[in-house]
Nanobody, 123 residues
């Protein structure tokens, strides 16, 4: 049973940067596609970045292309999200998800979730 723990959230001004981390215990992330899914108040959880389980190919939501970068370090059992040029609309609780699959699907297909980390973008 995997357990995922996110870290790295916080308060940042518009235009700033944050790096989120999600580390797994209780198993290896090697065969899991991994994604980041923010959820703002009153909204559904959405996929903004995903990395596949084998070749490291990535996929991004249109709203985050060019600003966010997802990466993984299987030796550290960790997935990262580098967020640059942050905007107020990026404010949300960011969850990492793991799907036992090659590709990352939507939130309903995730097998494991972390507890989330709050990201607030405000001046």
């Amino acid at each position: 049973q995997l357990q995922l723990v996110e870290s790295g959230g916080g308060l940042v001004q518009p235009g700033g940067s944050l790096r989120l981390s999600c580390t797994a215990s209780g198993g290896t992330l090697e065969h899991y596609a991994l994604g980041w899914f923010p959820q703002a108040p009153g909204k559904e959880r959405e996929k903004v970045a995903c990395i596949d389980s084998s070749e490291g190919r990535t996929d991004y939501a249109e709203s985050t292309k060019g600003r966010f970068t997802i990466s993984r370090d299987n030796a550290r059992n960790t997935v990262y999200l580098q967020m640059n040029s942050l905007k107020a609309e990026d404010t949300a609780v960011y969850y990492c998800g793991a799907e036992y699959s090659y590709y990352c699907s939507g939130p309903s297909r995730m097998d494991y979730w972390g507890q989330g980390t709050q990201v607030t973008v405000s001046s």
